[in-house]
C-alpha cells in the first residue's frame, strides 16, 4: 500500500495555521482575570466539599445499619429471651425503621452534578469558533456550579435529616431494647 502524503501535509498545514479557540484562549491568557480564577476555584471547592459530605453520609450510613443490627442482636436476644412483650414490638418496629431510612440514604441520586460534561465542555470552550477568553470560560462554570450546588443542596440537605431521623430512632431502639430487659 502506498501513501500519498503531499495532500495529507497540506491539509494538516492550512489547518495548524488556522487559529483554535485554545490557541486563542493560550494567546489571550496574558489578560486573564486573576479575580475570576479565585471564584472559579472556591465554587469548585465547594462543590468537591460538597460530594465528600454526601460519600461521608454514606459511610455513616453503614455504620448506623451495624449500629443497629449490633443492638438488636446483642440486646435483643437478652431481651426476647423471656417472650415478646410491647416494648420489643417496639424495638424492632424502630429497626425496621432504621432499616427503611438506611436505604434512603443509599439511594443512588443520579440528580446529584459534581462534575462536568468533557464533551460539552470541549464543544463550548475549545472547539467553537467564538470560543471565549480562559476568564470566560471560569466565570461561566462558576456560574453553573453555582446552580449545580444549589440543586445538590436540596438532596443533601434531605440525606442530612434523613440521617439525623434515623440516629434519633437508633437512640430509641436501644431504649425500648432496654426497658424491655428491665421489665
Avoid at 44 to 71: D, I, K
Avoid at 103 to 112: F, G, N, S, T
Amino acid at each position: 500500500m502506498k501513501w500519498d502524503l503531499g495532500t495529507d501535509r497540506a491539509d494538516i498545514a492550512s489547518r495548524a495555521i488556522r487559529p483554535s479557540g485554545m490557541m486563542r484562549a493560550m494567546a489571550e491568557s496574558s489578560t486573564e482575570d486573576p479575580r475570576v480564577a479565585f471564584v472559579y476555584q472556591e465554587a469548585l471547592r465547594g462543590l468537591v466539599g460538597q460530594q465528600a459530605a454526601v460519600e461521608s453520609l454514606h459511610n455513616r450510613a453503614a455504620t448506623l445499619v451495624f449500629a443497629a443490627s449490633f443492638a438488636g442482636s446483642l440486646l435483643g436476644s437478652r431481651a426476647l429471651g423471656d417472650g415478646v412483650g410491647a416494648w420489643d414490638w417496639t424495638a424492632i418496629v424502630l429497626l425496621l425503621l432504621i432499616g427503611a431510612l438506611t436505604v434512603v440514604l443509599l439511594w443512588p441520586y443520579y440528580d446529584l452534578a459534581f462534575r462536568f460534561d468533557p464533551e460539552d465542555l470541549l464543544t463550548r470552550y475549545v472547539d467553537a469558533d467564538d470560543a471565549g477568553s480562559m476568564t470566560d470560560m471560569q466565570r461561566a462554570l462558576a456560574l453553573r456550579i453555582k446552580q449545580d450546588f444549589a440543586r445538590n443542596g436540596r438532596i443533601v440537605k434531605r440525606l442530612r435529616e434523613t440521617f439525623q431521623v434515623a440516629l434519633v430512632l437508633l437512640l430509641g431502639e436501644i431504649m425500648a431494647w432496654m426497658f424491655s430487659i428491665a421489665t
